[in-house]
Each structure stands twice: as C-alpha cells, then as structure tokens.
C-alpha cells in the first residue's frame, strides 16, 4: 500500500513526498477511504499513530474543489500545542494546494488572528475557548463549515472544553462531515459522539496500549532518591532528547533548576508560561540544544518531538492512561523509545492498573547505591510471573547495560 492508492490531487502528493511519508500507517489506511468517500468517522488512537495527516489528506482533497477563502473546514483541537502542530502539518501537507490555514488560540493577541480571517482563510485550526470568543465577537463566521474536526476528544473533555465545543458545534451546519479522534472513549465523549455524529464508521488502533516499540521500566526508590536517581539515568543511557514528567507545574521547574544546576542542560514547560516562553522552550528542545524538557500532562499535549528517545516518570501519573499518553512521546513512527518510571511503594497500585491496562508487567530494575525494595503483594503479581519480570528477578544489582540506552 503506498499514498498513490488514494488518488490525491498531484499537489496534494508533492506534499506527502516533500514530507517524506512512503506508507501510510494503519490508521491513515483505514481511514483516508471512508473519509474520502464521505463519511464520519470516529478514528480511536493514540497520539504518534499518524492520525493528524489521517485527517488532513482527505480534507485537502475535499477543498482542492469548490470557492477558495471561504472558511469550509474546522479543527478543534485542546491545547495550543495540538493546534500549532496540526497547522504546521496542513501547511506542509498542503503547502502546494494554495489552501490557506490559521491556527487561533488564547495567551496571544487577537488583533492578528482577526485580520488574517479578514484576508480569507479555508481551514481554521483552534482551541475552543479562543475560538467561541472570536465568535462571540462576530470575528468569524463559521456557516460555511463542511467538515469539523475534533482533536483528542478524550483531552477536551479532560480540560473541561466539553460545553465550549457543544456551543460550536450548535453554531455550525447540522450537514456536514464530522471526525472525531481520540485516543480513549470515556463516557462523555461516547454521548457526545451519538449525538454529533451521523453512522460514523468507526476505526480503532491499539486503543489505550503503549506502543509496541517502547522499552518499559520502574526503577524502585525513595522519594528523596528521585533527583539522584534521574541523574544516574540520565548519565547512564546515551540518550538523545529527553522528555520528564512530573506531578505538578512547581515541581516541573524546580527540577529543571536542579537539573541544570547538576550540569543537564534542561528547561520545563508548564501551564503557567506564556505562549512565547513556552514556544521558545519547545524550539530549543526540537532543535538538540536542551537535553531534557520537564513537562506536567497538560503542559505536553501536542508535544510532537520525533527525537524523544526517553520518557522518565519522575512522578508516576495518576491514571493510566496518562501513562500510555506521555510514553507514546517516544517510540514514533519507525523509531525505538524507551520510558522509565521512578516509583516509590506509594505508587505500586498504579503500576498494577498501567500493566493490567498494558497486559504486561513493566520490569523492575534496580541499580546499585539505590536499595529501596517495592513490596508487592502477592495478589498483585499476577501479571509480573508469567513475563519480563520473572526474567530480571535474578539482576537484584542490575547495571543498565547498553541494550538498554
Ligand atoms: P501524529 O500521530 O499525527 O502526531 O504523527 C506522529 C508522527 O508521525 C508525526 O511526526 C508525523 O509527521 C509522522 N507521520 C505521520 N504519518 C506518517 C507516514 N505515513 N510516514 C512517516 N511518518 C509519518
């Protein structure tokens, strides 16, 4: 299967080979046909799949005809992140098409995002708050809308953007194509989905299962070990681009402090931030000149770094799905990543929910100097007997060896 099979418009496939892509990936296969044909669809994937030029391809299609700067397509998307991504990949995807894209989201003036929708725009990108106030001020007129898309459903509803997204879409045509990806279907995005779409044919990729190309492991210690311990890791694997997550925004910059204070060029991002300190963060940290990016869930969504070669819990998450979301930074595409998580005796009942979500259990290694022992109760074990655990019991002293970097 290659991208010919769709049959794009030949500007549609100078963008697909200016960007490189040779195969679609499952999701973009399962979906691009019945999107072209028309049809809702409900993509259920995880972030790194794919799922954005899923998306974007056929929609380009669909505008290559028709009037030109009328706005014919919508993006919701819930963070800025997501939404700056996805109009740099309209923009490459599209960049032969002559369609034109704007991204719109709060933290930033309005001013300019008012006068290019004057110019004409055909695809809009944005997050829901900004996106109903342009509305509200009559800077957007959203009757033309042919398709809407929405963006990590599951992360809308998660940052309360649910009622905002509702009025939208009660502000645009009732006849139209509706896409809706995410990457988990909690119930309200399920009852959002019965009553917004129209049959959608639904396709599902790996939902909520890390990806196979990751190396997962829980490296046991004491919470006043964590520091010590991420940088012996740190010193340890030959890794490239590193992505930490911790519990809370305060705790982000502070460890990036200590971080750079040991010597690790690192910086974080947190919700706190304005757009363009967090803008200037995430490009030193595409472009290789800081090692570590400290980050909290909200603050990396949208994150979309192919040089990620690890993820470290520096605080286990509290659901694991968010363990499935931050690790999926790492192992894109074609690449091999590797995600570590630091855990203390505390979080051992969330490492059992992630390897009964995972269906595996996340090996345990140990390093010498750090002796802290998790005590796992028998019940637990289940999953740990029958897999990689049982092969690492014996490595009580393991040293990371370069297998694993
Ligand atoms: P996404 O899940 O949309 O965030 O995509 C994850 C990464 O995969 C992005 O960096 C994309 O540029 C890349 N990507 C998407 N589709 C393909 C493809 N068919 N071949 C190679 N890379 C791709």
Redesign the pocket.
């Known amino acids: 299967m290659n991208f010919n099979n769709f049959a794009f418009h030949p500007h549609i496939n100078a963008g697909i080979s200016k960007?490189g892509?040779?195969?679609?990936?499952p999701i973009?296969a399962r979906t691009i046909p019945p999107i072209l044909a028309g049809s809702d669809v409900l993509g259920l994937a995880q972030?790194?799949?794919?799922?954005?030029?899923a998306f974007v391809l056929p929609m380009l299609q669909r505008l290559m005809t028709g009037q030109r700067g009328k706005l014919r397509a919508l993006i919701l998307a819930p963070t800025r992140e997501l939404a700056e991504q996805t109009h740099v990949a309209i923009k490459e995807l599209g960049g032969q098409t002559g369609l034109r894209s704007i991204s719109i989201y709060g933290g930033v003036s309005t001013v300019q995002q008012k006068n290019r929708l004057r110019t004409g725009v055909d695809i809009v990108v944005a997050c829901p708050g900004r996106l109903l106030d342009l509305k509200n001020q009559g800077a957007i007129d959203l009757r033309n809308i042919e398709i809407l898309v929405l963006d990590e459903a599951d992360h809308m509803f998660d940052m309360g953007f649910l009622p905002d997204v509702k009025r939208i879409i009660s502000a645009i045509p009732e006849k139209r194509q509706t896409l809706l990806f995410s990457a988990t279907m909690p119930a309200k995005v399920h009852e959002l989905v019965t009553k917004i779409m129209d049959h959608p044919v639904t396709i599902e990729i790996d939902i909520a299962k890390p990806i196979d190309a990751i190396d997962h492991a829980i490296y046991p210690v004491d919470q006043v070990q964590k520091l010590d311990m991420l940088l012996y890791l740190l010193g340890e694997h030959r890794s490239n681009q590193v992505l930490v997550f911790t519990r809370t925004k305060r705790r982000a910059s502070k460890l990036a402090v200590q971080l750079s204070q040991a010597g690790v060029s690192s910086t974080s991002i947190q919700g706190n931030l304005s757009q363009s300190q967090r803008q200037k963060a995430m490009n030193a940290f595409r472009k290789g000149k800081i090692k570590v990016l400290v980050a909290t869930d909200i603050a990396a969504r949208g994150i979309?770094v192919?040089e990620v070669s690890h993820v470290i819990n520096f605080d286990v998450p509290d659901t694991a799905d968010a363990y499935t979301h931050r690790t999926g930074r790492t192992g894109?595409?074609d690449q091999t990543g590797t995600a570590f998580s630091l855990v203390t005796q505390e979080d051992l009942p969330m490492v059992h929910a992630i390897e009964r979500t995972m269906g595996k259990s996340l090996e345990r290694r140990r390093v010498n100097g750090f002796d802290t022992i998790l005590k796992e109760s028998k019940k637990n074990n289940t999953v740990h007997k029958n897999s990689r655990m049982s092969r690492s019991k014996n490595r009580s002293h393991y040293q990371p060896s370069a297998k694993h970097s």
């Open positions: 960007v892509y040779v195969t679609p990936t973009q972030t790194g799949t794919g799922k954005t030029a979309d192919m894109r595409m």
